[in-house]
């Protein structure tokens, strides 16, 4: 069972799954927008680790090879501090350009309104990649002149043209010298 995370239980949710966390791992990845975890633990042992993350908020099995799979949706460890700041009377600490460099919110109420939506996107994704309702993410149409390779791809055209090149080095020369 997972434990409680210092963000406050207002920002966990709890999923079970029969398929594989694996399986659930690709489909949120290939259908939902999220990056692959790599299975480490950023709240310690027993505590989940993460298969997926998505604007602040990861995806964390509890057991990867259980029969039914236990999941939770939790915010990372950058949210959860900044989230348990705000909760436990510490928001003062960030000032208002440390709020926009680190999310790009210009205040503590755009803040939390962004973070609720993106944790009911994750959940809502998490519940549909469980029950097979899922549906890819519409993306931007692939630009064609960028996709398209230049047959002088392999050269490196910062360097001068003789750059590469092997100069003549005499045998037997000492290095120290």
Same mark, same amino acid.
């Given at each position: 069972m997972f434990g409680l995370y210092p963000a406050g239980p207002d920002w966990v949710q709890h999923f079970n799954a029969t398929s594989s966390a694996r399986d659930v791992q690709q489909l949120l990845v290939k259908?939902?927008?999220?990056? $692959?975890?790599?299975?480490?633990?950023?709240?310690?042992?027993?505590?989940g680790a993460v298969i997926a993350v998505r604007h602040g908020f990861v995806v964390m099995v509890h057991e990867d090879n259980a029969s039914e799979v236990e999941l939770v949706v939790a915010p990372d460890v950058e949210m959860t501090n900044l989230l348990w700041s705000h909760s436990n009377g510490y928001a003062s600490q960030w000032s208002p350009r440390e709020l926009k460099a680190l999310t790009a919110c210009d205040s503590w109420e755009q803040l939390l309104k962004l973070a609720g939506t993106r944790f009911? $996107?994750?959940?809502t994704a998490l519940e549909r990649a469980?029950?097979?309702?899922?549906?890819?993410?519409?993306?931007?149409?692939?630009?064609?002149v960028i996709a398209a390779p230049f047959p002088d791809d392999d050269d490196v055209p910062w360097l001068p043209s003789d750059y590469l090149h092997d100069a003549p080095v005499g045998e037997g020369i000492p290095c120290d010298r």
């Open positions: 259908h939902a927008g999220f990056t $692959a975890g790599l299975f480490h633990q950023p709240y310690g042992p027993a505590r009911r $996107a994750a959940c469980i029950d097979g309702s899922i549906v890819p993410v519409a993306t931007a149409p692939v630009d064609p």
